[in-house]
């Protein structure tokens, strides 16, 4: 017989969203939304690139700082 274990989240949803606006929000005061479209594609093309590096390493900090 298989056990099923349920695992929660530790937030609830709308606290969640809430967290992803903030993110969000963070990282706009850096880049808009058509920079970060140009970086995610520099990175698709160079994963390596300075500047994708830059911007990921940024977006981290974001979603860290949450």
């Known amino acids: ?3 099923i274990t349920t695992i929660e989240k530790p937030f609830s949803l709308p606290v969640e ?3 992803n606006k903030q993110v ?8 808009d ?5 140009q970086m995610l594609n ?3 093309l160079e994963a ?3 500047e994708y590096m830059t911007y990921k390493v940024y977006r981290q900090d974001c979603k860290d700082w949450a």
């Open 48 to 50: 390596n690139d300075t």
């Open 1 to 3: 017989m298989i056990e």
């Open 42 to 44: 520099k990175g698709m």
């Open 33 to 37: 939304y058509a920079q970060e479209i």
């Open 17 to 19: 969203e809430e967290i």
């Open 24 to 31: 969000r929000e963070k990282i706009a005061e850096q880049y």
